[in-house]
Each structure stands twice: as structure tokens, then as C-alpha cells.
């Protein structure tokens, strides 16, 4: 959901530019593709769309469209998260036509979602070259240096983008999450007003202001954020985990803990609201529910420092002092700033 969300309005735009690059084709041929199912858009199922270009492919009737039957067919295979095909399809449009940024810019979206950062950065690095003033290249090369924690170069990508498109929500949301991560939280809350004045229905924009509204301390517009996304994208399991924070933060563990209770079940793979849970369980002095929330939290995510720590206080708590001892070790191994000072 994440993905989705934080991607909002930038495919579309990348399909206008696709459509204005390539040849244009006679209205009956243009027609004719739409109806093989080759659109790479999201009104009809990925696995129509994969099934539709396949068999445009092999017609023999695109050769002179070759290029936009592989860009629309791996659109779809990214579509249903086959990011493999996906990057097979657009190397073998980049064969038949090594100029085109946005074949570049889609593969390093492919290679993005697969984890491979570096692959994808020289493919955003590729489409910039090629096209330097197409914005969604900025924007998701902006991405991969955020993901690499380069918020600086992160920041001045997304600066390029909104020069470049000043209405695109989706860059202000992510340089916002940029400056949240350098600790500007002013500028960070700035973006996200921009995003969510751009775009009423952004919902990863209200939860990325909800959550600054909670670290400045201001929960009660952080309550009104995050039932904003609720209502936008009610199965959003990590607004319900930021929203127990807050909670949490009130004191209020009852309400903290059915938050916590609803992210684990939209997503159980989620680390964050085990642990969450297991602190609401430690305030209310339930130590071996909390423990085992703990272990659950680091089960899923084993860098998980503040679960470590968390579940380091259980055991002190318990009097388990050797444990608890291992546990702020492994915490402090991991985040050097949880050492006492």
C-alpha cells in the first residue's frame, strides 16, 4: 500500500510522456492495440494486459510499435509484482530502441522495488542523461538515494522535480519525508501541506503529516490525520501502528492496543506493532505478553534495536538481570544511540 500510495499521479504522467515520445501510429493501429488489451494502464487486469501484448507481439502486426507493446507489457508484469519480467521486457525495448529515458526509468523502478539500488540508480542516472528535463527521473532517483539514506542528494532531486512540475503532489510528499529524516520537521510539514493542497485525497501525505504532528507533540491534529487515512485507505496496517503510538503516547493503552491489534491483522508481517503492543503490554504490567510481543517484533525484523531494548526492560523488569543485560547489548550494538549517556 505504501508503494501505491506514494506513487500516486506519477505513472499517469509517465504514460502522457510515452504516448508523446513514440511514433504515432494511425488511429485504426493505435485502436486496434487498445483492443488486444495492451495498454499499460491500470482500467483492465494485469494478467488481461500481459495475456493482451503477448499475443500482440507474436501477431507480427506491431513490429513498427515493438517498443510500446514491451513498455506496456512490463508496466503490467510490475503490476502484479513480477519485477523480473518486468525487467527482461524493458531490456529488450532498450535493444530495440537505447535512447528512450523512459524504458530506463521504468527498469530502475523494477530494479527499485527488487531492492537492487544500485542497478536502479544507474538506470535513473541513464534517464536523466537521456532526458534531462523529464521530472518523474528526478523524483525517482530522489527515491533510491533517500532509500540509500542520502537525504541530501534526495532532496535536491526532488528540488529538480518540482521546478520541473511544480504540481506533483508526490514529490512534495517525498522530499517531506526527506526532511523528516535530516530532523527538519518544519520544512517537512511545509511539503506535506503542499502535497495534500495539490492532491485532496493523498492519503500517504496525511500520514506523513500525521506523524510529524505526533513528534511535534500535537496529537490531537495528529488524530484528525490519521483518521484522514482511514478513511481514504482503511487497510493501511501502519497508520493504525502510528496511530496506537499516539495513543500510546496519551497513555491511553486500551485504545493503543486495538490499534496495534488491527495493524498485526491487516499485516502480520509488520515488526512495528509487536512492539508497539508489547510496550502497551509492559505499561500494564503484563511482562510475559510484552516479551513475547518483543521477540515477535525482532522474529520479523532482526535490527530492530528498540525491540531489543524494549524487550531488555521486560526482562530487567522481571529480574531475568543476564537477558536483560544481552538484550541492551545487542540494542546498543545495533543503535550506538541507545547507550546510556
Not at 136 to 157: L, S
Request: aromatic fraction near 10%; hydrophobic fraction near 40%; charged fraction near 25%.
Amino acid at each position: 500500500m505504501a508503494q501505491i500510495l506514494r506513487y500516486a499521479g506519477v505513472r499517469s504522467a509517465a504514460a502522457v510522456l510515452l504516448a508523446t515520445a513514440l511514433p504515432v501510429a494511425s488511429p485504426a493501429m493505435a485502436e486496434t492495440l487498445k483492443d488486444w488489451n495492451c495498454t499499460g494502464s491500470v482500467d483492465i487486469p494485469w494478467d488481461e494486459q500481459i495475456a493482451g501484448c503477448t499475443k500482440a507481439l507474436e501477431s507480427g502486426r506491431f513490429r513498427g510499435r515493438a517498443v510500446i507493446v514491451l513498455y506496456d507489457r512490463a508496466v503490467a508484469h510490475q503490476g502484479n509484482g513480477d519485477n523480473d519480467s518486468a525487467i527482461a521486457d524493458y531490456s529488450q525495448a532498450i535493444g530495440l530502441d537505447p535512447k528512450f529515458s523512459l524504458l530506463y526509468n521504468g527498469r530502475g523502478n523494477a530494479y527499485f522495488a527488487k531492492g537492487d539500488l544500485d542497478h536502479a540508480m544507474a538506470d535513473f542516472n541513464q534517464a536523466v542523461a537521456l532526458a534531462p528535463r523529464l521530472p518523474i527521473a528526478y523524483y525517482d532517483r530522489g527515491n533510491a538515494y533517500q532509500n540509500k539514506k542520502n537525504f541530501d542528494q534526495a532532496i535536491a532531486d526532488y528540488d529538480r522535480t518540482i521546478e520541473l512540475d511544480p504540481k506533483l503532489a508526490a514529490a512534495y510528499n517525498a522530499r517531506g519525508n526527506a526532511f523528516t529524516a535530516k530532523g527538519d520537521l518544519d520544512r517537512a510539514m511545509a511539503d506535506f501541506n503542499n502535497a495534500i493542497t495539490l492532491d485532496s485525497n493523498f492519503a500517504l501525505a496525511y500520514y506523513n503529516r500525521g506523524n510529524v504532528y505526533k513528534d511535534k507533540g500535537a496529537l490531537d491534529q495528529a488524530f484528525a490525520d490519521y483518521a484522514q487515512v482511514i478513511a481514504l485507505a482503511p487497510k493501511y496496517a501502519q497508520v493504525y501502528n502510528s496511530r496506537g503510538n499516539a495513543y500510546s503516547a496519551k497513555d491511553d493503552f486500551d485504545h493503543a492496543m486495538a490499534d496495534y491489534n488491527q495493524a498485526i491483522a491487516l499485516d502480520a508481517k509488520l515488526a512495528q506493532p509487536y512492539n508497539g503492543r508489547g510496550s502497551a503490554y509492559a505499561a500494564k504490567h503484563d511482562l510475559d505478553h510484552a516479551i513475547a510481543d518483543f521477540t515477535q517484533a525482532i522474529a520479523l525484523d532482526p535490527k530492530f534495536a528498540g525491540a531489543y531494548y524494549n524487550r531488555g526492560n521486560a526482562y530487567k523488569a522481571k529480574g531475568d538481570n543476564d537477558r536483560a543485560l544481552a538484550d541492551h547489548k545487542e540494542a546498543i550494538r545495533l543503535d550506538p544511540k541507545l547507550a546510556p549517556k
